[in-house]
Every structure is written in C-alpha cells, then in structure tokens.
C-alpha cells in the first residue's frame, strides 16, 4: 500500500508562483513514477507533469512547459511542483499520483495510488 500526502496549494493571483509538495510512504516498488495531474469542475483529470525516479526524466504537460517545474528528492520520498508565471485556467485540484510505469506516464492508468488533492486558485 502507498499513501500520499499533498501540501503548499493557496490563492495566488495571476503571474505569480506556487510550490506543490507530495511526499509518499509504503511500497517502493509501486511508485517508480510520481507526478501530478489536475482537475478543474466540469473536467477530466488531466496530465500535469511526472518524474521517473530510477532516471530523472520528467515529462510535461504542454499547457505548463516553460512555467512550470517537477523535481524530486528521493531520500524523502517527496515531488515538487514549482508552478510559476501562473494563469486563470491552471486553477483545479491538483492531484499527486504515483505508480510502477509500465506502459506509459500520462494517463490516469499508469497511476496506481492518488492524493486527496490540493485546491489551486488563481485570480485575474
């Protein structure tokens, strides 16, 4: 079992900065890619970004490359999402997701475990 633990969303106006923070516990074996995807009312859960722990490589969304960041610190078990230069249409519930990776990194099947979700509010 993996349990994950979100914190640092807020309100924040438009142009300004926020960083996410998802720190996992429990089986290793489970979590080989941690990321974050977002879901705003009316919407599908959508792919915001991931990392793959045993390379590095991260993986972007289009709508955020450039503004936003996904780092990890694996002793901690724990992903970042620094988000900056932030819009209207970013705010949702952002969701940390981790999961073995198999076949893919974007889709909400390649994720096996969630978090409660964070609310990101950003105001014109």
């Known amino acids: 079992q993996v349990q994950l633990v979100e914190s640092g969303g807020g309100l924040v106006q438009a142009g300004g900065s926020l960083r996410l923070s998802c720190t996992a516990s429990?089986?290793?074996?489970?979590?080989?890619?941690m990321g974050w995807f977002r879901q705003a009312p009316g919407k599908e859960r959508e792919f915001v970004a991931t990392i793959r722990w045993s390379s590095g490589a991260t993986y972007y969304a289009d709508s955020v490359k450039g503004r936003f960041t996904i780092s990890g610190d694996n002793a901690k078990n724990t992903v970042y999402l620094q988000m900056n230069s932030l819009k209207p249409e970013d705010t949702s519930v952002y969701y940390c997701a981790t999961g073995p990776g198999w076949h893919g990194v974007v889709g909400t099947a390649d994720y096996g475990y969630w978090g409660q979700g964070t609310q990101v509010t950003v105001s014109s």
């Open positions: 429990g089986r290793t074996s489970s979590r080989l890619i």
